[in-house]
């Protein structure tokens, strides 16, 4: 699943038609993406960059992407530097994974100078970079030093050079005589002597050369028939003709449950009947649907991290103490054996002087053990040391009782925390988040800096119709379930929620009327599905009249109790989302 340089190609000559377009915005989504948006007479376009390990790539995107309300340095750097500038023309050298974008831009002086973006796609070296006229490093995305890399520097006044380069063939530019005289001296699998023989090309374009040269069956490089030389020589002519002549077959394929696997500007043969293909209209269009969701899931991910260790340490935090409170707890089961100390030293005051360290009693209150053995403080008297020990009895009684509700409050804090974190990795967009923040800055764990603006607005329930019609609404985060339930909703309509475990509060909206048992499995069926539990077979989802839902006084957002509840066991899924 790599982008290729013969991909790239393929990305480039879509990529020409937008030459003479001037740059119109510059966003910088994440710290390893970039978009930027260009206008021409024919329209508008919006390229995206992205320099991520798993995820390096260029091409035109439709989707659209939430922005950070404050741009990063490198997005003000580029805005400042090739703002509005002119798109002359896109080199790529041979089939190297590189494209460089130049523009003609206006400098703070007024002179016309060119400015050159290349965009790297090489893993996890990938990278975005701004380069002079005269070839110097203005910036990049990601700055490479001494510490980094001892071979290639990429900083700031820096002269640019192009990554490492092995001496491969460029498959669109090698004779037939060239192709067959440097693979029939590799040893070993055909497809990986094609890979070390070829530039530009990926694990999956090989494997398909190697396919049809073997005819379904596997080869080897030092093992190729004169036919079958033939075969290689043909397919890779017949690979050259569809890049050339734009005959590309952009093909997606993916397994049957719908996971995205690979995908290649050729027909993908190898795999059979195990996976399923899907062709695109465009190179483009084909990268955008292939990475859409990755994309969205490592945005936010890389957006939220913060929170995630903020919520994550809160509740390594509260596990420790809450060890710590039961230890001293189970300390405290000791009392009662105080107590008795101090009764049997009362009732013996006549037979202890100051001094004794030890005093052996009879035990009236074991008469199978008729002596106890009681330690005693030398410089007390007898009342004192009587004293001492009741002194301790009440003290272990009063830790007794606050270690108690120390702990159940810490255990109810952890029930809070995990709704949270249970919230954070469903959450989908960036008010999501936004709306995280505020309410775990309401209750204390993170402080908020003063913004300007106002404050994002919350969005509405989330909503689901059954099969039947009946309206279903799930709450997005904690606050928005205490509204949902305890505000919006009916007294007559049902509130469903899993069982001891963290997620949304749901509202199946009766109207009063008796629901079927099919129509709340659906409702159930979503409030597993919005919860922790999402990945599992079969979750225990409770069910009520709202009436019966109450809020205690000072519990935290989203902590309810209920009664009269009835239990459904039901599969996790979403259904009717409006």
């Excluded at 994550?312 to 009662?336: G, M, N, P, W």
């Amino acid at each position: 699943m790599a982008l290729d340089g013969a991909y790239l190609y393929a990305i480039r000559q879509e990529l020409l038609s937008l030459i003479d377009a001037r740059i119109e915005k510059i966003y910088q989504p994440t710290r390893e993406e970039l978009i930027l948006a260009l206008r021409s007479r024919t329209g508008s376009a919006k390229i995206l960059l992205s320099c991520a390990a798993d995820r390096a790539r260029v091409h035109l995107t439709q989707i659209s992407v939430e922005n950070p309300k404050t741009p990063p340095m490198f997005c003000m750097l580029l805005r400042k530097r090739l703002g509005n500038g002119k798109l002359l023309r896109i080199r790529q050298d041979g089939l190297e994974r590189v494209l460089y974008f130049d523009f003609s831009c206006i400098n703070e002086l007024g002179d016309v100078v060119q400015l050159t973006l290349a965009c790297e796609i090489m893993g996890r070296y990938s990278n975005i970079i701004l380069i002079d006229e005269s070839g110097v490093v203005i910036d990049s995305m990601k700055r490479v030093d001494a510490t980094m890399s001892s071979k290639r520097l990429v900083l700031p006044g820096v002269a640019y050079k192009m990554p490492p380069r092995d001496h491969r063939l460029n498959f669109l530019t090698a004779s037939g005589n060239e192709i067959r005289s440097a693979v029939i001296t590799k040893i070993g699998e055909l497809s990986k002597a094609l890979l070390q023989t070829f530039e530009g090309v990926s694990p999956v374009l090989v494997r398909e050369w190697a396919y049809y040269v073997g005819q379904g069956q596997p080869c080897r490089a030092e093992s190729l028939t004169e036919d079958q030389c033939d075969r290689l020589c043909y397919i890779l002519h017949r690979t050259k003709e569809l890049l050339e002549q734009g005959e590309e077959v952009y093909t997606i394929v993916s397994t049957k449950e719908g996971q995205p696997k690979d995908f290649s500007f050729v027909p993908l043969r190898q795999y059979g009947t195990l996976m399923v293909t899907k062709t695109m209209p465009s190179a483009c269009a084909l990268l955008d649907e292939f990475f859409a969701s990755r994309d969205r899931t490592a945005r936010l991910k890389q957006r939220a991290n913060d929170l995630f260790h903020l919520l994550l340490h809160a509740t390594e935090r509260i596990q420790r103490r809450i060890v710590s409170q039961s230890e001293e707890l189970d300390a405290c089961e000791e009392k009662e054996q105080l107590r008795r100390k101090a009764d049997l030293i009362s009732s013996n005051l006549y037979r202890l002087k100051k001094g004794d360290t030890v005093a052996e009693l009879e035990d009236f209150y074991e008469p199978d053990q008729p002596i106890m053995t009681i330690e005693l403080d030398a410089r007390l008297t007898p009342p004192q040391n009587a004293q001492k020990y009741y002194q301790a009895y009440k003290k272990a009684c009063t830790a007794e009782k606050i270690l108690t509700e120390q702990i159940a409050k810490g255990k109810e804090e952890l029930a809070y925390l995990d709704s949270v974190l249970d919230v954070l990795s469903r959450a989908e967009t960036e008010n999501d988040l936004e709306q995280l923040r505020a309410e775990l800055a309401e209750q204390g764990y993170l402080r908020l800096l003063r913004k300007k603006g106002k404050p994002p607005k919350s969005l509405p329930p989330m909503e689901y119709h059954a099969s039947d019609g009946t309206r279903i609404l799930v709450g997005r985060n904690n606050r928005q379930n205490d509204q949902l339930t305890l505000k919006t909703a009916n007294k007559n309509d049902i509130w469903l929620h899993t069982q001891n475990i963290a997620g949304s509060h749901v509202i199946l909206e009766t109207g009063g009327k008796e629901s079927p048992l099919e129509i709340l499995k659906e409702a159930a069926s979503l409030a597993a599905y919005h919860s922790k539990a999402r990945s599992s077979a079969q979750v225990p989802v409770d069910y009520c009249q709202v009436r019966y839902v109450k809020k205690p006084a000072g519990a935290k957002p989203g902590m309810v109790i209920f009664s009269n509840q009835h239990t459904l066991y039901v599969v996790p899924k979403e259904i009717g989302k409006v």
